[in-house]
Nanobody
Framework: VQLQASGGGLVQAGDSLRLSCATS????????MGWFRQAPGKTRDFVAG????????KYADSVKGRFTISRDNTKNTLYLQMNNLKPEDTAVYFC?????????????????WGQGTLVTVSS
C-alpha cells in the first residue's frame, strides 16, 4: 500500500491550503482514512477521519469548523481542506489508511501511513 501526501507549503495566518493523499484503488473504497499531524517535539495527533464511503467524518476539536476532510473514491484520493490556518497548525501532516472500516482518533486504528507533507503557517 502506498500513500502519497502532497499540498503542503508556507502560508500566512488566515490563508487556506488543500492537502491531497493518493491511495491505491483497493484502499479507496475498502478502508476508512484519516489525517494526522505532528509538530516538532510533539506527538502525532489526530486531525480528521472519514468513513469508507465518505458519509461519516470526525474532527479534532482544534480544527472543527476550519478543516474539511473528504474523499473521491473514483480518483483514489483523500483530501483535507484547511481554512483560516493558524500558526499552531504548523506541522507535518500525514494521511493514513484505517484498519478496515476504522477512522477514529487513535493511531493504532491505522495500518499504513504516508510520508507526510509539511505545512508552515506564519503569523
Amino acid at each position: 500500500v502506498q500513500l502519497q501526501a502532497s499540498g503542503g507549503g508556507l502560508v500566512q495566518a488566515g490563508d487556506s491550503l488543500r492537502l491531497s493523499c493518493a491511495t491505491s484503488r483497493r484502499t479507496a473504497s475498502n478502508n476508512g482514512m484519516g489525517w494526522f499531524r505532528q509538530a516538532p517535539g510533539k506527538t502525532r495527533d489526530f486531525v480528521a477521519g472519514i468513513s469508507m464511503r465518505g458519509d461519516s467524518v470526525k474532527y479534532a476539536d482544534s480544527v472543527k469548523g476550519r478543516f474539511t476532510i473528504s474523499r473521491d473514491n473514483t480518483k483514489n484520493t483523500l483530501y483535507l481542506q484547511m481554512n483560516n490556518l493558524k500558526p499552531e497548525d504548523t506541522a507535518v501532516y500525514f494521511c493514513a489508511q484505517g484498519r478496515g472500516a476504522n477512522f477514529g482518533a487513535e493511531p493504532s486504528l491505522y495500518s499504513y501511513w504516508g510520508q507526510g507533507t509539511l505545512v508552515t503557517v506564519s503569523s
